[in-house]
């Protein structure tokens, strides 16, 4: 999987972009790349809905993002204990890598997942729920009760949306 | 083994992001990106090396799916994850109406 390595790199370019660029259009143009990236990473994958909820998802998430951009970055400023924090960081997002490192070596590796419940689903998934689409028979169908519970949260934090941004009621 | 380490490093530029930057909107990007990353893993994961797409089409055998269960999962994540950054966002905009800035060390008045 050669061409996913170098999808990952180019995401993690954008992502860099979009940290380190002055302009804040540019840098909510730049997160575009990470996220059309992962669109295309996912189709390498061999998952097509979620290609295609990444791609819906991403372009609204840029249509938010530049409703609440200014033109300019604050300046950049080495005020306080600059140095100090940003060496601190620094250490422990390096050790955060180092010890990664050790961690996924205990994983499975990668092409052979583990599958103990997915076998269930993938052998009698066509039988008891009749839908061709796995993900759909699973999300809908074996479970359920997690979709009801994650359009719970989705639903919370809309009303939390509309909530915090409208007008009426305000002083 | 490499690709999972890429994707960890895609993470950990997300969080460089949410801890050293000042602007409020710069913070979000950040989490954008964690999420991101995050969703790749599990999905990762889920690959068998060879494998299909989870979709049934005559002629094909069961052998050598992919595991559908994280790509279920991940699939109402991504939705959450866009409602959760408009809540960020909704909430940036009214800091900025209030203190007219986005820079976090200038938001310092927390009494309404």
Known sequence: MLELEFLIIFMILGAIIAIETKDMLSSVVAVGISGLGLSLAFLFLKAPDLAITQLVVEILCLIILIRATLRRDLPF???????????????FLGAFLFLSYFILKELPSFGQPLMRVSEFYLNQGKNLTKATNLVTSIILNFRAYDTLGEATVLFTAVIGVLAVVRKIGRK | MRVYFLCFILF??????ILRKRNLIKIIIGTIICEYAVNLFLILIAYRKDGRAPIYSPGQEVKNMVDPLPQALVLT???????????????????YEKYKT???TKINQLKG
């Open chain 2, 77 to 95: 994540s991504i939705v959450i994850g866009l409602a959760v950054t408009a809540l960020l966002v909704g909430l940036a905009i009214r800091i």
């Open chain 1, 77 to 91: 400023s080495t005020s306080g204990r600059w140095y100090f924090n940003t060496t601190v960081t620094f250490v």
């Open chain 2, 102 to 104: 986005f820079d976090i």
């Open chain 2, 12 to 17: 950990v530029v997300g969080l460089y992001a």
